[in-house]
């Protein structure tokens, strides 16, 4: 697509439910990240996919959270279990290779409340 | 201390008004990134620079890699800038290190 693609784009849930938050990348981008937003915190790395596999999980908070990606394309961060400090905004991203020669481009975020 | 620090925090400035937001770093670097985040968390990414300066429109951005420092200005501002301007350095490959932000706030 023309963007980065996420969704839902807005997802309230009840304690302790699983969710999943999808990220839909730019076509054609080999790099695919996810990042969280606390509220009133900086932007938190989370993990990093190269392809279909995740060289650096090391961001995810905890074993409630997992992300997988398939076909080198569309990726899902599952939440299980969500806890009340899981509400944050999840941001995905994409680029063409890793590396500082090529920018991000971010999709528009899921913001999370989980109540 | 965080390893990326942006200042001001907070910034209110009247429309028209010439505008710098300074990010300084502690890590080396291979680029570094200027991103807008509008109220509802969107982000766009504005500029991304390893030496020297860039600008598009009313924004420029210059980085002093020996000093370890990038600002971003906005020339003759709107309220429609108005946004939380993100401040990230590029350590290694691929691992974005954010500051936490300075919070625009431009008034008619």
């Known amino acids: 697509g023309a963007g980065v693609s996420q969704s839902p784009s807005n997802k309230v849930t009840e304690k302790g439910k699983d969710v999943e938050l999808r990220c839909d990348p730019i076509?054609?981008?080999?790099?695919l990240y996810w990042y969280r937003q606390s509220l009133g915190q900086g932007l938190e790395f989370l993990i990093y996919f190269q392809g279909n596999s995740a060289p650096d999980k090391s961001g995810l908070p905890s074993d409630r959270f997992s992300a997988e990606r398939t076909g080198g394309s569309v990726s899902t961060l599952t939440i299980q279990r969500t806890q009340q400090e899981d509400s944050a905004v999840y941001l995905c991203?994409?680029?063409?290779?890793?590396?500082?020669?090529?920018?991000?481009?971010f999709g528009s975020g899921t913001r999370l409340t989980v109540v | 201390k965080n390893e990326v620090e942006q200042s001001p925090q907070n910034l209110t400035a009247q429309e028209g008004e010439f505008i710098t937001i300074n990010c300084s770093y502690s890590?080396?670097?291979?680029?570094l990134h200027w991103l807008q985040q509008h109220p509802g968390g969107g982000i766009v990414s504005l500029f991304m620079l390893s030496s020297g300066k860039k600008k598009h429109g009313r924004l420029i951005a210059t980085i002093n890699i020996q000093e370890k420092h990038s600002s971003l200005h906005i020339t003759a501002s709107h309220p429609r800038d108005s946004a939380v301007y993100i401040c990230?350095?590029?350590?290694?490959?691929?691992?974005?290190?954010f500051g936490t932000g300075t919070r625009l706030k431009v008034l008619a």
């Open positions: 890590v080396g670097i291979s680029a």
């Open positions: 076509s054609g981008h080999t790099a």
């Open positions: 991203a994409s680029s063409l290779w890793t590396g500082g020669d090529y920018g991000y481009t």
């Open positions: 990230a350095v590029l350590g290694g490959t691929y691992k974005y290190i």
